[in-house]
């Protein structure tokens, strides 16, 4: 399963979005250098460590959400086509005990779902943290099987993330000859340095039907709090969407998490986390 926003989907011509650099600590780098197409024995060397990249961490730090004590703050915004802000939501809640106290919410415009208010609900998403890496994180990465591996172009560098000096991150990019029909389009995987350990993972895909055409991208991450735990670091969707006689609509939803308090530690971190899930999110099956 595979969750998007409203926000930004599949669009045509000029429009088709360049996602380069908009998220932060995400997407950076967009250049194509010249290194970015290394020899064979290069590539084979990053493409195993891309198989060996382990995101159990990832996992596990949302997870610790069940039992925890946290606030959060959601903000869901839809923008036109010349990327000017048309709506926003938002509101800071505090989550204890399977209960939600919405302390201050805000709103401005009126948001446009068009043919897909009727695919609208409310999504787990806010209430079921623990659920978004299992939604958003695929279990069997197209990118890392050997079967599908001359369809992508893979790099290593040294970059960076709130809260580390220095992560190694891999980027995955669609070989342009062999991999243009894969809807999987880019792929980065932070890693602790010198670790196979996952921090972060930023994924886009792009998509047509006989009905719409989409575009999405997710940046999910987590770093240690203050005794070493891990907890959800921060997680945006931003998806366009391009459908016959419809303009084009594209939405964002960010959750930031603070004062997290994890379950039998008695210590209280403010650390900020995770994008989550409004209800300008939907679920579909993952093609």
Request: proline fraction near 5%; charged fraction near 30%.
């Amino acid at each position: 399963m595979i969750l998007f926003l409203f926000a930004g989907c599949g669009v045509g011509g000029s429009e088709v979005p360049s996602f380069d650099g908009d998220i932060e600590g995400a997407g950076a780098d967009g250049s194509r250098a010249e290194d970015e197409y290394l020899d064979r024995s290069a590539q084979d060397s990053i493409f195993a460590l891309v198989r060996q990249a382990d995101a159990s961490t990832i996992f596990a730090a949302f997870d610790a959400l069940r039992d925890a004590a946290y606030s959060r703050t959601v903000v869901t915004e839809q923008f036109d086509r010349l990327g000017q802000r048309i709506a926003m939501r938002s509101r800071t809640e505090d989550v204890s005990d399977g209960r939600i106290v919405v302390r201050v919410a805000d709103s401005s415009g009126t948001f446009d779902y068009g043919y897909l208010q009727r695919l609208r609900f409310e999504s787990g998403g806010a209430s079921r943290p623990w659920e978004l890496p299992m939604q958003i994180i695929p279990d069997d990465p197209v990118y890392a099987e050997p079967r599908t591996r001359e369809n992508y172009v893979y790099r290593k560098r040294v970059g960076s993330l709130p809260g580390f000096d220095t992560v190694d991150v891999i980027d995955i990019r669609a070989h342009p000859e062999h991999g243009e029909r894969d809807p999987l389009r880019r792929a980065q995987l932070y890693l602790e340095q010198g670790s196979t350990r996952q921090i972060a993972q930023y994924l886009e895909r792009r998509e047509a039907a006989l009905w719409f055409r989409e575009a999405t991208r997710v940046f999910v991450s987590i770093q240690p709090d203050a005794s070493g735990n891990w907890i959800p670091a921060r997680v945006e969707v931003e998806t366009w969407i391009r459908m016959p006689f419809r303009p084009l609509q594209r939405f964002r939803t960010e959750t930031k998490y603070s004062d997290v308090r994890l379950s039998g530690t008695g210590m209280r971190t403010t650390t900020v986390s995770s994008d989550q899930i409004d209800e300008a999110f939907v679920a579909r099956e993952a093609r």
